[in-house]
């Protein structure tokens, strides 16, 4: 079977995706820019890799795709996202996640293939609740120091914009990030290890 076969290529794979970070204005908006299907149940079952289509993902917004049973984020990360990742290392349990699991490409600052992009499984360390995205304008909430990132509503684990956990959390590791591949500036396989497409 070659990958053209293995790989759900129905495009049903692209869920919802929310609004990280607002227009000019700052205002923080939920905008799902897309609705659509899981992918196939032939293709879930198998566990096969699901390719995204994140042409419509504009800078700050995140999509969520299923695969294996599992929501995988994809973060299209801005220069500010990216800045906050070297400000909040000093206050994180694993800065260089050298306790947490993530692919080879993986293994650096931003924990991807490419800073700005983040492809990350939402799925907390913990106990497996999905965290939630917390922009870095809800420090009302989050405290004054909140740079954005992630919140587990379960017990309280916060994470930044590379899934990595801060101290005094419950959650012993950073979030897991997938095997994937980057196709394309527009394309991430999701399920397949870059290093084996020889990418
Ligand atoms: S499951 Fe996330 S903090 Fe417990």
């Known amino acids: 079977m070659n990958d053209e076969t293995k790989v759900d290529k129905t495009r049903r794979n692209l869920v919802v995706a929310t609004s990280v970070v607002g227009g000019a204005a700052g205002v923080v908006a939920a905008a799902p820019f897309v609705a659509s299907m899981w992918p196939s149940e032939r293709a879930k079952a198998a566990g096969a ?16 795709i299923e695969w294996r049973g599992k929501p995988v984020w994809i973060i299209r990360r801005t220069k500010e996202m990216i800045d906050s990742l070297k400000a909040v ?28 992009l983040m492809v990350m499984e ?29 919140y587990c509503p379960c017990h309280g684990s916060k994470f930044d914009f590379a899934g990595r956990v801060f101290r005094g959390a419950p959650a012993p590791t950073n979030l897991k990030v997938p095997p994937y591949t980057l196709v394309s500036d527009n394309t991430v396989l999701i399920g397949e290890d870059q290093e084996k497409k020889g990418a």
């Open 49 to 64: 890799p699901v390719e995204a289509d994140i042409s419509r993902l504009a800078p700050g917004e995140m999509a969520v």
């Open 89 to 116: 290392a000093p206050r994180l349990t694993d800065p260089a996640s050298k306790s947490s699991e993530q692919p080879k490409y993986a293994e650096n600052e931003h924990r991807s293939a490419k800073p700005e």
């Open 122 to 150: 939402g799925v907390c360390t913990h106990l497996g609740c999905s965290p939630q995205l917390k922009s870095a304008e809800a420090k009302a909430e989050m405290g004054a120091d909140w740079a954005g990132g992630f």
